[in-house]
T-cell receptor, first 118, second 110 residues
Framework: DTAVSQTPKYLVTQMGNDKSIKCEQNLGHDTMYWYKQDSKKFLKIMFSYNNKELIINETVPNRFSPKSPDKAHLNLHINSLELGDSAVYFC?????????????????FGAGSRLTVL | DAKTTQPNSMESNEEEPVHLPCNHSTISGTDYIHWYRQLPSQGPEYVIHGLTSNVNNRMASLAIAEDRKSSTLILHRATLRDAAVYYCILSSGGSYIPTFGRGTSLIVHP
């Protein structure tokens, strides 16, 4: 069983469309994350949720809206897609929250979802 | 936040040990040193972490300098599957979210 699974793996769409990427973890972790890896290969944190509550929200356009229906799922919805949104999006999870004594916190990542906006 | 410095790339031959260095001269006393790696077309993968003492696990060893200003990730016998980008990350600040830099791209020759 995949610990952190993301769907879809590949997504090609037109500018202006709305799309979602889903993430599920079966590790029983309390915290989930979304990272974005751009064409230059830099990985940047976007959001973090702990027990369904948003705890980290980096400078991300309002077009990006994460939703956590339960602590095992963290979905990413993107409105009005732009060319610059093309990237690989990684979901991750961890047992501890970033602030809850998490300096030894270990993240488990999914395989990524490659989004291409044409 | 404390920063890390790693070489852009390193090369190794298969079956040989690999020592991947990381400098973190501004590390604070409570910062852990974490290593992740990212294989081509995959998500980052946790490798190892430590605070002060050297650490070993099934994937690698982590050697931490006595002054903690540097550390070395040791792969005891490199395989082709170890070709990846290796990231050295410090857990700095009151709220730790791994921040990935450029890392070291490890090339393993058969």
């Amino acid at each position: 069983d995949t610990a952190v699974s993301q769907t879809p793996k590949y997504l090609v769409t037109q500018m202006g469309n709305d799309k979602s990427i889903k993430c599920e973890q079966n590790l029983g972790h309390d915290t989930m994350y979304w990272y974005k890896q751009d064409s230059k290969k830099f990985l940047k944190i976007m959001f973090s949720y702990n027990n369904k509550e948003l705890i980290i929200n980096e400078t991300v356009p309002n077009r990006f809206s994460p939703k956590s229906p339960d602590k095992a799922h963290l979905n990413l919805h993107i409105n009005s897609l732009e060319l610059g949104d093309s990237a690989v999006y990684f979901c991750a999870s961890s047992q501890d929250s970033p602030s809850g004594g998490g300096r030894a916190n270990v993240l488990t990542f999914g395989a990524g979802s490659r989004l291409t906006v044409l | 936040d404390a920063k890390t410095t790693q070489p852009n790339s390193m090369e190794s031959n298969e079956e040989e040990p690999v020592h991947l260095p990381c400098n973190h001269s501004t590390i604070s006393g409570t910062d852990y040193i974490h290593w992740y790696r990212q294989l081509p077309s995959q998500g980052p993968e946790y490798v190892i972490h430590g605070l002060t003492s050297n650490v070993n696990n099934r994937m690698a060893s982590l050697a931490i300098a006595e002054d903690r200003k540097s550390s070395t990730l040791i792969l005891h016998r490199a395989t082709l599957r170890d070709a990846a980008v290796y990231y050295c990350i410090l857990s700095s600040g009151g709220s730790y979210i791994p921040t990935f830099g450029r890392g070291t791209s490890l090339i393993v020759h058969p």
